[in-house]
Each structure stands twice: as C-alpha cells, then as structure tokens.
C-alpha cells in the first residue's frame, strides 16, 4: 500500500499562552480534496501554513509523500516548490502582470528561461480563464479575477497538493462563482486539494472529506454525506445549522 | 621624554574644551534664531500658499522654489559679500538659514493646513464665525499640532547646516575646530573632528527626543496622528 | 522620521516644484541651458577647443554693453519715470558681466553634475541593503544599520567631509593610486568629496528606502516564500521593485539635496560649481553678479532634476502601484 499523500500527525502549535492546535492527525490520499470547516479561531488557518512551513509547529509530525517536512533539515524552499497555496486576500505580486505573477516562481524558482516560462503562464492562465488578462496589472483586476490568477500561479508550480486558505471568503458574494467553479474543475482533474471555505455547495459537491476543527481539534472528519446528514458529534451539527442560517440569510 | 602623540592630542583638544563649548553655544544661538525667523516668514508664507491668491501668492511661491532649489553656500556668500545685507556674520548667517528655512517650514504648514478637514472651516463657519476667525481659531490650531514632525526635521537640518556659516568666518563649533586645527594641533585632526561631531550629534539627539515629548504632549487624544 | 506625514510633505513640495516646470518659459530655459553645456563640454572636453578657444565665450560682450549703455542714457533721460528701462539696462549689464565667465562655470557644472551623480548612485549601492538590514535583519544587523544611519544623519556634511579630508589619510592613499589627477579622472579631493557624500547619501536615502519598504504588505513577501523563493530572493524579485518605487519621491528629495550640498565640496578644494565662482568672485569682487549665475545655474539643476525624475516615475509606474493611484 502507498502512503498517504499528505499525513498529519499529533501536531501542536501554541502563540505564547493561546494553544492553536492541540494534537491534530489525519491522512489524504493523492487526488482528494478535504475541506476544512469551523469557527473562526479554531486555528483552520494556522493548520494550513503549517503544511508549507509558513508556520512552525511546535510538536508532532507532517509527512508529504512519505517524507517528514518538520524536519529540521528540510529545505522549505523545496518543501514549498511542492506545496501550492491560495490565499485569502489573494497576495498577487503589485509589481506584475497576471502573466509575471504565474511566472515569477517558474523563472526563479525552476530556472525556466523566458520563452518557456511564458507559455507555461499562459496554459496556466487558460486553465483559469484569464489569458486575455495575461498583460493586465492586479490592480486592473476583479476580485474574483485575482483570485484566478492567485490559483493559477500556485498552479504553475505543478504542485502535488495544493492548500487554499479562505480562497472566497475576501470577495464579493457575486465574485464567488467564478472562482469556486475554477476549484471545482481543478478537482475534478484529480488534483489534490487541501481547502479551508465555508462554501458549503463546493464542499458538497467536490469534497472526497469534510474535516470539521474546533478549539485546535479535529472533532469529526468524514465523508460529506455523512457530517452534512448524519453528524456524529453534536458540535458538528449545531456548527453546520448555524452556518446554513447565516449564509441563507445573506 | 615627550608624552605619546595620541595622549597629547587629545589633552590637546581636553585643554580647549571651553572654545569648543562657547563655539556649541553659537551654533545653537544661529539654530534657534533661525529657525525662530523662519518661523516668523514661514508660517504666514505658508498660510499665503494655502489661503492666498492672485500675485501675492505668486511671489511667495516663486521665492520658496529659488530659497529651496539654491545651495545655502550661496545665499549665505550672497548675502555677506554681495548685498552686504550687514557687517554681522552671526546676523547675516541667520537672516541665510531664516530665510531658506522659511522656504521649507513654509511647506510643511502649507501640507497641514491642508490636511486639516474641509468639514472643519465649514463647521466653524456655521456657528457664525468669520472665514479669517475660523482659519484662524479652529484650522491654525489643529494644523499647528499636525507639522510637528516635519518641524523636527526641520530643526535638526537647520541645526547641521548652521555650520555651512564657517564660510563667512563665524565662530560656531565647527570654525572653533577648523581654527584648533590650522591655527593649533594639526596632528590632532581626528581628535578634533570627531569631538566636533560627537558634540553635533548629541545636539541632534537631544533635539529629536525634546520635539518627541513635545508631539506626544500637544497630540490630541484620540486624534489623527501627524 | 519617516512617517506617512513626512512623505506627503516632501511629494507635495515636490509637486510645486513640478508646477513651476510646467510652464513652458522654465522649459526653455532648461532646454537652452542644456544644449549650451553640451556644446561647452564637447568643444572643451572631446574637441580640445576646436568650434572656439577653450575659456573664450560662446557669445560676445559688446552687444549687451552697448544695449546696456544705450537703455541706462534712455532711462537718464526719461528722469523719474524711466526705472523700468533702468531695470532692463541692469539686466543687460548684468548679462555681459556674466558672459565672460561662463565658460569656467560651465567646467564647474560638470563637476558639480560628477559629484552629484556618482554620491546618489554609490550611496544608493549602499543605502538598499542597509535598509533591508534594518526591515528583514536580525537584531545585530538592524542596529549595525540604524547606528549608522543615525550617525550620518546626526552630524553635519561638512564635518564629515573635514574628518575624512583632514583626519584620514584617505588624501595620501588615493593620491597614490594610477591616474588620479592625470587627464579626465579628478584630483584626490574630488574622490574624498565622493566617498564623503557616498557614505552620507546612504544614510538618507536608506531612510526613504526603509519607510517604502515598510509600506510594501507583508503578505507579498508571504507569497512570495509560499512559491518557493528564499527570503532574499522574495525581498530581491518581489518587494524592492515595489519598495523602490514607492521610494521614488523620497528619492527625488535626496538627489535635489545632494545637488545643493555638492558645493560643500569647495571646503576641500574640489573645482566644482562654487568653487570656481567663488574664485572669480574673489578676484573680480564681482560677488552679488557671479553669486546670482550660480544660484541661477544651481536652480537650473535643481528644476531639471526633478523633471528627470517625474519622467522616471511615469516610465516605471504601474498601475495601482506606488505614487499614481494610491
């Protein structure tokens, strides 16, 4: 049997008094796609910069692809060349076009020359839909545009696992579509998926797990079907109720 | 046996400690009035840019782009040699520093005055004040807290430059160490210089953490932060 | 220190500077001096004198005497209603007192320009990594950085120009290096007056390029680690072309002050702008004449630098980014 592809295991993570994570474990395999979901604090977040060492822990394991990333002779420039990321409030690079912001890493990271780098971009933009936006600056960009680049960039590094970190939760409610449809597209091509969003219709549609965290633990984790019908701990349950109020009510 | 150099050029600078004390003296004397005359030119000036109009403000502007796009060296010559504007060296360098002080100082009230809110001339308008009471009483104020910032860099600029003054012979702390090295120790160039600038850079210092305290002391609660 | 407030102050003192070149009589007057110093330098520098002697004037004296002498009889003979004519006169006469001159002031502006150019651009070679120092560095390095920053910016220029001219023997050892002082390259002095403003340049320039690099979000340079550049390759490719950018205004302050205080260098025997009117000043005694050239030609500098750097800015800005739509 293969490893998992992504593993977790008994992860700790305090800021000073305040623990974050407290004993987080679970698996992925290759292809899937795991939501996360919980209340704000629950440290949601912090578990996802963990996994590409934007954040240290303080104890315990992650492993990607069989190999432990905590070591301490890791080299994260390595680790992160493998580890996509999307990020809340997008993070393009001002200075670039769409197109030099899904370049920047192949060029400097990779050492791809120019002319490759560029067609690469441009396949990546295509995968997103924005090829046409391939010269504009992010400024020039929609929310929902930029998060599209966002994805893209973090595409082009043709990662094994890609995490998203709140990827709507930045934009405008009419944004929303374009970027969950891109994610939901990517999924389906099999590409593994690491992704905190409270947008219940892609969890329910493209989620292989949903993993529901609260106070730094992992309190249910399981297929959709079974957290959105048939949720095992009460929390769950009276955490999805409120969720689906408050998103009904807006 | 002679003592070893170091040792005497360092007595050497020991021993006339009281010129270089009384040449510190001038220099903050040059820095205060200055900066006191450009206050004096400045503020008016910079209300004139702000509130002014026609060819009053003309004039102001065109005088603060040549203060400010000028070497002080040059004024300072110009003023002492050219115009004889007086016989003082101490008066001529600060009517030098005043002036293009005044240049610069008149910027930093013209950018408070402005970035004190609309609404507020309009507010004091309202309650029946006339517009020269209301710049006067309700922006002035709040634009007087506001340019404390750019006031301190202003003071510790005026405060180097004073030296620029050694040009026309006047006996501030770096002609003191100029007149010790040509005129005393040359060996002792080093030692001079640094306790020169040693005793500029505590002057420096001391002007930064005075203006500091007077920014937190005049800041408003709960109001915008220059 | 470098507070939003303080950068608003020098881009609007900037921008009335701005104002004042955009009227096309300042543009001329840039224009004409320019062509004049580039024709001065060609013939006195690369044509060893060939379109008229070096030292000569371009333009001869005698006409602006004789409009000079003709307007001041005119204005004598108007009596009291005749001073605007006499205004034109001193004008005339102040014109062909300077006409002789030029051609050593011209020299001198070329110094002036050396010196300038060569104190911003070394100090700026410095001033980038000391700022990073002091954003990105650890605890020694940051302090290693403001302790020299606030070094040279607590003490006067000229003192450090005196220290390191008269204190170190930076004099003896450049003096003794090939080809100082022979043909193009410039004596001793003018080499200390350039490490003088190199290492002082830094100093300030680092400022602005520190409070522009705190300006950058942090997020950048998380996304920037996130794709897999180091952090030195993140500050390299992702926040400096930001940073500096947002550092142009700053930037542009520097160069107008280095430009004025470049006549300091005249303390140490440099023959540049200030000191060559000085000279002729102090044999002619022709001060308030010379010294109002000097101020003029300085101004001219002053102006032209900034619109060298308003082009700039327009040709590096982008959108969103820095001092066009913030």
């Known amino acids: 049997m293969s490893d998992p592809l992504l593993a977790l295991d008994d992860v700790y993570k305090s800021y000073g008094e305040e623990q974050v994570l407290s004993g987080v474990s679970f698996e992925m395999d290759a292809g899937d796609v795991d939501v996360v979901i919980g209340p704000s604090g629950s440290g949601k977040s912090t578990m996802l910069r963990c996994v590409n060492r934007l954040t240290e822990i303080d104890s315990g394991d992650i492993y990607l692809d069989g190999d432990c990333v905590t070591d301490a002779d890791t080299d994260v420039n390595e680790l992160r060349k493998q580890v996509g990321m999307v990020f809340q409030d997008f993070n393009l690079f001002a200075h670039l076009t769409a197109l030099g912001n899904v370049t920047l890493g192949l060029r400097k990271v990779r050492g791809m020359d120019k002319a490759t780098a560029r067609e690469r971009g441009y396949e990546h933009l295509e995968q997103v839909g924005l090829s046409d936006q391939a010269d504009s600056y992010p400024a020039e960009l929609s929310g929902g545009q930029k998060q599209r680049v966002g994805i893209a960039r973090a ?7 890609l995490l998203f970190d709140e990827p709507t939760s930045a934009l405008d409610p009419e944004l929303v579509g374009e970027v969950v449809e891109v994610m939901r597209d990517l999924a389906a091509e099999g590409i593994t998926m690491l992704v905190v969003s409270h947008e219940m219709g892609f969890a329910r549609s493209a989620a292989s797990d949903i993993i529901f965290l609260d106070e730094g633990r992992i309190v249910e984790h399981g297929p959709p079907e079974q957290l959105f019908e048939n949720p095992q701990a009460a929390r769950t349950g009276e955490f999805l109720s409120r969720l689906e109020t408050t998103h009904e009510g807006e | 046996m002679p003592p070893l150099p170091l040792q005497s050029d360092w007595a050497f600078v020991v021993e006339n400690l009281d010129l270089l004390i009384a040449g510190t003296g001038v220099t903050v004397a040059l820095t205060v009035a200055s900066i006191l005359l450009g206050f004096l030119l400045g503020f008016p000036a910079g209300a004139i840019e702000v509130y002014g109009r026609g060819p009053l403000k003309r004039a102001v502007e065109t005088a603060g782009v040549v ?139 001391v002007t930064n953490r005075s203006l500091d305290r007077l920014d937190d002391r005049f800041s408003i609660p709960g109001g915008e932060r220059a | 220190m470098g507070t939003p407030e303080s950068t608003t102050t020098e881009r609007t003192i900037r921008t009335r500077a701005a104002e004042l070149t955009d009227q096309p009589l300042t543009l001329l007057t840039v224009a004409v001096f320019w062509t004049w110093l580039v024709v001065r330098w060609t013939n006195d520098f690369l044509l060893d004198g060939a379109l008229i002697e070096r030292g000569t004037s371009f333009f001869p004296t005698a006409p602006f005497e004789a409009a000079a002498s003709a307007l001041g009889s005119l204005a004598a003979s108007l009596g009291p209603v005749g001073f605007p004519v006499g205004w034109v006169a001193g004008f005339f006469e102040f014109l062909a007192a300077s006409i002789p001159y030029l ?52 003490t006067p220029l000229l003192a450090q120009l005196f220290v390191l001219y008269f204190a170190t023997p930076l004099t003896t050892v450049i003096r003794e290096l090939p080809t100082v002082g022979t043909g193009f390259i410039p004596a001793q002095a003018f080499w200390v007056a350039v490490i003088a403003f190199t290492l002082n340049s830094a100093a300030y320039q680092s400022e602005y390029i520190r409070s522009a690099l705190n300006s950058v979000p942090e997020g950048q340079l998380t996304a920037a680690r996130a794709i897999g550049l180091s952090k030195v390759d993140g500050i390299r490719h992702v926040v400096l072309p930001q940073g500096l950018r947002y550092a142009i205004p700053g930037w542009s302050n520097e160069l107008v002050y280095l430009i004025k205080y470049s006549s300091l260098a005249s303390f140490i025997t440099v023959r540049e702008l200030f000191e060559r009117t000085d000279a002729i000043a102090s044999e002619t005694y022709r001060y308030t004449e010379l010294f109002v050239l000097a101020g003029l030609f300085y101004l001219a500098l002053v102006i032209s630098a900034s619109l060298l750097m308003e082009y700039v800015e327009e040709q590096v800005a982008i959108p969103g980014l820095g001092t066009t739509g913030r």
């Open chain 3, 103 to 154: 051609p050593e002031l011209a020299i001198g502006v070329w110094a002036t320009i050396l010196l300038t150019v060569l104190g911003i651009a070394l100090g700026f070679v410095i001033a980038v990594p000391l700022s990073v120092a002091r954003v990105y560095g650890g605890t020694i390095t940051r302090s290693l950085a403001l302790g020299y920053t606030e070094l040279f910016r607590g």
């Open chain 1, 155 to 161: 595409l082009a590094m043709d990662p094994k696992l």
């Open chain 2, 67 to 205: 203060l400010r796009g000028t070497p002080l060296l040059v004024i300072i010559i110009l003023l002492f040699f050219g115009l004889s504007v007086s016989s003082s060296a101490f008066v001529t360098a600060t009517i030098a520093l005043g002036l293009r002080s005044a240049a610069y100082q008149s910027q930093i009230f013209r950018g408070a005055l402005q970035s004190v809110d609309e609404g507020q001339l309009e507010a004091a308008r309202a309650v029946g004040m006339g517009r020269f009471q209301a710049i006067r009483s309700v922006v002035v104020p709040q634009a007087l807290r506001r340019s404390v910032p750019g006031f301190q860099n202003e003071f510790t600029i005026v405060l180097k430059d004073t030296s620029i003054a050694i040009v026309i012979g006047l006996g501030e702390l770096l002609t003191v160490g100029q007149n010790l090295y040509q005129g005393g120790q040359s060996t002792a160039a080093l030692e001079i210089f640094l306790t020169v600038s040693l005793i500029y850079f505590v002057l420096t210092f």
